[in-house]
């Protein structure tokens, strides 16, 4: 299953590819069940699964950044 397909959240990379599949859909109602819509699919969740490793890579790293903040020692200001 796919997540949410919505334009906003992808890039513009990963829509062409989601729009393509869809019209690919349109286009051919009965041999997409046959796999003639298989590769755009594919290239479709390959897309979407390096936009989710970016996001989740990016989120560690905030994470990691909140993490050190939090739990180091408060720095002094000089005077």
């Keep these: ?8 959240l992808h890039t513009e990379e990963c829509n062409t ?7 690919c859909h349109q286009n051919h ?9 298989n590769d755009l699919d594919r290239q479709m969740r390959k897309c979407l699964k390096n ?6 890579s990016k989120s560690r790293e905030r994470g990691d950044e909140m993490r050190k903040r939090l739990f180091s020692p408060p720095q002094e200001s000089e005077k």
């Design 17 to 23: 590819l989601i729009n393509l599949l869809k019209e």
């Design 1 to 8: 299953m796919h997540p949410d397909l919505s334009p906003h």
């Design 29 to 37: 109602s009965l041999l997409k069940f046959f796999g003639y819509c």
């Design 51 to 56: 936009e989710y490793a970016e996001k989740r």
